[in-house]
């Protein structure tokens, strides 16, 4: 099995203490660090025990990892079972994307690998009641979201789905109408998820699927390929060979940063699964400087971003506060004042959020980033002129007594 040792901090703003708190309660996917006070919740999450749903959707569409049609059937069973469970509950995630949902490994479970394996495993949610927005993100009801999260599932993996041998392309194009179209079908009407959950049970049980936890049965329809890339099978004979190169891009993107490190292995699974017998290994120095650079440069872009609007909002503020107060306040203490406001915007979780992932870097990133810090933006500044002028008030009390 694949053995992805590494472990990243993701950070979540929400809005109302009492639903999130109902929220992760009643979700239990691992202790979270909870914040009150700037309103935020920080995970450590390990990726060798959980395993985020983009990175497995990648990890199928690269052909990196073999997932039987019957297992990804159960995924997505699972996927609309905990939608179905919250919302029974009264809880609502407004905000579900494929980079919020989680599957957490049991004990007993195998880790998707080149060849197939027993996955046994939980499905949890993040990100509930954070309303932070990037490009593909919106506010809607899960149980209607989820529905175009299955079909984004189902057009980046079922061409990678291995069947029997006789399966040629007339028989998968017969395979899809009669099991996969029908859940897209689904999807696009206005039907409950009970009834798609009710549909897909009917297909796992008309396809006699194999599903025993005590025995690690490999979860597999009577359709699905039962000779190919088990143990002993050319696949199989190059996993430590793979896991060997990953640990290493892991290792090597360490000291980079947990954006370096995913970006290596974006960059990297595609050309080891195209080439298993005779791929090369990339320059990880020179794709890591790289990428470095272009991190560094939005963090300068954003810097700056940030700084001429703490300046404009600042001058604007002061004029207006001219008006009813009548302080000497100097450039030092003015560039001290906007100096704070701006590091405590970087530090934020509005920020943070943006850095949970690599998925999140696009050209487009400090838009959304800026977007999202423009409400804290304000009481940043509110606070810091409050500050300064009780301050102000008190030292002018002092020199009166």
């Not at 099991?179 to 696009?188: F, H, K, T, V, Y």
């Not at 790289?290 to 810097?303: G, P």
Request: aromatic content about 12%; some cysteine.
């Amino acid at each position: 099995m694949l053995n992805l040792q590494y472990v990243t901090e993701e950070v979540y703003t929400f809005e109302n203490e009492e639903e999130i708190i109902k929220a992760l309660s009643l979700d239990q996917f691992q202790p979270g660090t909870f914040n009150p006070l700037n309103k935020s919740i920080s995970y450590k999450i390990n990726h060798n025990k959980c395993i985020r749903l983009r990175d497995l959707i990648f990890w199928i569409e690269s052909d990196f990892v073999r997932i039987h049609l019957g297992q990804l059937l159960y995924l997505i069973l699972s996927i609309l079972e905990k939608v179905q469970y919250i919302e029974n509950k009264g809880i609502q995630h407004n905000y579900l994307d494929l980079n919020r949902i989680w599957m957490k490994l049991s004990e007993t479970s195998q880790y998707p690998s080149l060849i197939y394996q027993f996955l046994d495993y939980s499905i949890h949610f993040t990100g509930y009641n954070c309303s932070i927005k990037d490009q593909n993100l919106y506010q809607q009801q899960a149980s209607i979201k989820i529905k175009e999260i299955i079909k984004i599932i189902i057009d980046k993996c079922f061409i990678r789905i291995q069947l029997k041998k006789n399966n040629n392309q007339e028989i998968r194009n017969q395979i899809y109408q009669q099991i996969l179209q029908p859940i897209i079908d689904l999807c696009n009407s206005n039907q409950s998820i009970n009834i798609i959950i009710e549909y897909i049970k009917q297909k796992l049980n008309d396809y006699n699927y194999q599903y025993n936890q005590k025995n690690k049965i490999i979860q597999s329809l009577n359709i699905d390929d039962n000779d190919n890339d088990y143990i002993g099978s050319k696949r199989y004979k190059l996993i430590q060979n793979v896991n060997n190169d990953i640990k290493q891009i892991i290792q090597f993107g360490q000291q980079y940063g947990i954006i370096i490190i995913e970006y290596l292995l974006n960059y990297s699974i595609p050309i080891i699964a195209n080439n298993l017998k005779s791929y090369s290994l990339i320059d990880y120095q020179k794709k890591a400087l790289k990428q470095q650079n272009i991190q560094n440069e939005r963090y300068k872009e954003l810097t700056k971003m940030i700084e001429q609007h703490i300046q404009d909002v600042v001058k604007y503020n002061l004029d207006e506060y001219s008006n009813y107060y009548k302080f000497d306040i100097n450039e030092q203490e003015i560039k001290q004042l906007e100096q704070e406001i701006i590091n405590s915007i970087l530090q934020s979780p509005q920020v943070k959020y943006f850095y949970n992932t690599y998925w999140f870097q696009q050209n487009e990133q400090n838009c959304y980033i800026f977007a999202a810090i423009t409400k804290i933006s304000k009481k940043e500044i509110d606070d810091k002129l409050e500050t300064l002028f009780v301050h102000k008030i008190l030292l002018l009390i002092i020199d009166l007594i």
